[in-house]
């Protein structure tokens, strides 16, 4: 897994650091998920949990069993994904010198079902540690786990990009 891509065009914007990317992810709670539709995009914001290891960014999210995103990603597993937050608006001394603060991270991976029960558990509890903001065990009826699709995107590389 690639932590950076090179071809970013606003370096000085970079955050190169992994400990400042994981802390724009750990401050967002939704993310944009974008999927390519027949040739079209498609981009659906989704709630999201993560895990950082071994080098290697996960994320998890969970939906329906059925709709367009689910038949999407049976087609085509290739998936980009895009975070922000910390908004503001920078005032110019003149109008067109107007700007706007921002903390971003996008990436590009794999997205895969988890059939697994124990593997879903274990992404819904990730989804809800980064939800609540609460490391605790969660408690998951078998029942509803087997009927929701979870699924985890390992990411082949992110980039973070932050102005102040």
Same mark, same amino acid.
């Given at each position: 897994?690639?932590?950076?891509?090179?071809?970013?065009?606003?370096?000085?914007?970079?955050?190169?650091?992994?400990?400042?990317?994981?802390?724009?992810?750990?401050?967002?709670?939704?993310?944009?998920?974008?999927?390519?539709?027949?040739?079209?995009?498609?981009?659906?914001?989704?709630?999201?949990?993560?895990?950082?290891?071994?080098?290697?960014?996960?994320?998890?999210?969970?939906?329906?069993?059925?709709?367009?995103?689910?038949?999407?990603?049976?087609?085509?597993?290739?998936?980009?994904?895009?975070?922000?937050?910390?908004?503001?608006?920078?005032?110019?001394?003149?109008?067109?010198?107007?700007?706007?603060?921002?903390?971003?991270?996008?990436?590009?991976? *794999?997205? &895969? !079902?988890?059939?697994?029960?124990? =593997? +879903? $558990?274990?992404?819904?509890?990730?989804?809800?540690?980064?939800? #609540?903001?609460?490391?605790? *065990?969660? &408690? !998951?009826?078998?029942?509803?786990? =087997? +009927? $929701?699709?979870?699924?985890?995107?390992?990411?082949?590389?992110? #980039?973070?990009?932050?102005? *102040?």
């Amino acid at each position: 897994m690639t932590e950076r891509c090179d071809n970013i065009r606003r370096s000085d914007r970079e955050i190169t650091f992994i400990e400042e990317k994981l802390a724009v992810i750990e401050k967002n709670k939704v993310m944009r998920l974008a999927m390519v539709d027949n040739g079209r995009p498609y981009v659906v914001p989704l709630n999201y949990g993560y895990t950082y290891e071994n080098g290697t960014l996960t994320l998890y999210f969970h939906c329906a069993a059925e709709g367009r995103k689910i038949d999407i990603l049976k087609t085509n597993s290739d998936v980009c994904f895009e975070m922000d937050g910390e908004h503001k608006l920078i005032e110019g001394k003149i109008d067109c010198a107007y700007g706007y603060s921002f903390e971003s991270v996008i990436g590009s991976g *794999k997205c &895969e !079902f988890i059939t697994d029960v124990g =593997e +879903k $558990i274990n992404a819904l509890t990730q989804l809800m540690k980064h939800q #609540t903001g609460v490391d605790r *065990k969660y &408690e !998951f009826a078998e029942s509803m786990v =087997e +009927k $929701i699709y979870v699924c985890k995107i390992t990411a082949d590389e992110f #980039t973070a990009k932050a102005r *102040k």
